[in-house]
């Protein structure tokens, strides 16, 4: 087999997860510290940006620890226990990212729309596609090869329309909460840099995806060249 140095081009991917997850929790842990001074909690200010800018959305409470999320199947922003009744800057900032993404449904946001349409596909296929592959690979059956790696380009793309969303989430966010005056320009960039964080945890999953199919590719060609 040739897994060996191949594992190699896991490590960036890796690297850069546990980075960028490191960051969203120390900007969370810091701003979620800085209380704004409107007093208004996170679920207020969520339930008022949806009102304007994506009517019929409902906020509710999850468990967890930045569990939150838009659900576009059932129109509901679920906000986590440490976010929905809390006024820190770092809390409002994720509210209204989530309802960023209730207005990109609201506006019928192009890459949202495809996000959500490639979804359950990629869900069931990005767990088969190593499956797929390995089976191949031990058979040597080419058809089988491709198709693994077919499956897991698809979820390569899924993770790629991910970074337009969640980026404009956040700016939608950012926008919002600055001309609703929700937090002034200071409070602003502590939102600002908790959202920024979270967004290069997505970076970094794409990173690590492309490598990952890279990897697939590297196996694919060097057990062909056996055959
Ligand atoms: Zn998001």
């Known amino acids: 087999m040739y897994w060996d140095w191949t594992y190699l081009l896991m490590l960036p991917g890796l690297i850069l997860g546990l980075w960028s997850q490191a960051r969203v929790k120390s900007a969370y842990a810091k701003y979620g510290k800085v209380l704004s001074r409107s007093g208004m909690s996170a679920a207020e200010v969520a339930r008022d940006l949806l009102e304007k800018g994506a009517p019929g959305v409902t906020v509710k409470r999850v468990a967890g620890e930045l569990t939150d999320h838009f659900d576009p ?83 390569v793309l899924f993770s790629l329309i991910t970074l337009p969303v969640e980026f404009d989430a956040s700016r939608r966010a950012l926008r919002a909460l600055e001309s609703g005056g929700y937090l002034d320009a200071g409070e602003l960039k502590g ?19 492309v490598l990952q199919l890279l990897r697939l590719l590297l196996i694919a060609n060097s057990s062909r060249r056996r055959d």
């Open 73 to 155: 199947r059932d129109d509901t922003l679920a906000l986590s226990d440490g976010v929905f009744a809390s006024s820190s800057v770092a809390a409002i900032g994720i509210a209204a990212h989530e309802a960023g993404h209730a207005m990109q449904k609201n506006d019928d946001y192009a890459p949202m729309k495809l996000r959500t349409a490639i979804a359950p596909v990629v869900s069931i296929g990005s767990n088969l596609s190593w499956p797929i592959f390995i089976i191949g690979i031990i058979f040597s059956f080419q058809p089988l090869v491709f198709a693994g790696i077919l499956v897991f380009s698809l979820a």
């Open 191 to 209: 939102a600002k840099s908790v959202l920024t964080a979270a967004a290069l945890t997505y970076l970094a999953s794409f990173v690590s995806m």
